[in-house]
């Protein structure tokens, strides 16, 4: 059984950066792609950044691009979401998600993630 658990959240100023991480657990995860997505009040929850486990291909949304940066340490099975110059818009539950098999392709499709973090609040004051 997958298990996912991200750390990082909080309140920060425009401008300023987090970090997220999430633990993986539970799985052989080098043939999967891991996601970040987001989900503010009352909006859909959407894809942020995506990498793949096996040779680090990565996706961003345009709205994240030159600034948030996906990473991952297989030491550690960990997956980190580097957060630079926040907006009042990045406010939003963060979400860690993972998709077995995933292609290049398939990274940015919601539905074919199969386990899910329990998200973790970021909050950018203006």
């Known amino acids: 059984q997958v298990q996912l658990v991200e750390t990082g959240g909080g309140l920060v100023q425009a401008g300023g950066s987090l970090r997220l991480s999430c633990a993986a657990s539970g799985g052989t995860f080098s043939d999967y792609v891991m996601g970040w997505f987001r989900q503010a009040p009352g909006k859909e929850r959407e894809i942020v950044a995506a990498i793949k486990w096996r040779g680090g291909t990565t996706y961003y949304a345009d709205s994240v691009k030159g600034r948030f940066t996906i990473s991952r340490d297989n030491a550690k099975g960990t997956v980190y979401l580097q957060m630079n110059s926040l907006k009042p818009e990045d406010t939003a539950v963060y979400y860690c998600?993972?998709?077995?098999?995933?292609?290049?392709?398939?990274?940015?499709?919601?539905?074919?993630?199969?386990?899910w973090g329990q998200g973790t609040q970021v909050t950018v004051s203006s």
């Open positions: 998600a993972a998709q077995p098999w995933g292609t290049i392709e398939t990274m940015p499709l919601l539905l074919r993630y199969e386990s």
